[in-house]
């Protein structure tokens, strides 16, 4: 079974930048399909980028197009979220999941979680 930890979360000032990274554990993993999900408070967790186990495929949301860069270590089994010009919208907490095929921006679809890791942005 796949586990993921997630780091690099924090405060910072809108207009400011901030790397978010996933750590998987298991064989596997480095095979996977690995997401970015954020929920903010009172809010549905909304899908944000994923990324194939190649690193060839990605795709975001209309909302981080252009500021938001994912990528991917295979050798190390970690996926990251570069985050550049961030917004006080972009305040939640960030889950990265992964999923041996999924390519779905659905939540409800996606079974391995990390814990999260809190994002805020001041205005």
């Known amino acids: 079974q796949v586990q993921l930890v997630e780091s690099g979360g924090g405060l910072v000032q809108a207009g400011g930048s901030l790397r978010l990274s996933c750590a998987a554990s298991?064989?596997?993993?480095?095979?996977?399909?690995m997401v970015w999900f954020r929920q903010a408070p009172g809010k549905e967790r909304e899908f944000v980028a994923a990324?194939?186990?190649?690193?060839?495929?990605?795709y975001y949301a209309d909302s981080v197009k252009g500021r938001f860069t994912i990528s991917r270590d295979n050798a190390k089994n970690t996926e990251y979220l570069q985050m550049n010009s961030l917004k006080p919208e972009d305040t939640a907490v960030y889950y990265c999941?992964?999923?041996?095929?999924?390519?779905?921006?659905?939540?409800?679809?996606?079974?391995?979680w990390g814990q999260g890791t809190q994002v805020t942005v001041s205005s």
């Open positions: 298991g064989r596997t993993a480095s095979s996977y399909v």
């Open positions: 999941a992964a999923d041996p095929s999924l390519w779905v921006t659905d939540n409800r679809a996606w079974r391995i």
């Open positions: 990324i194939r186990w190649s690193g060839g495929s990605t």
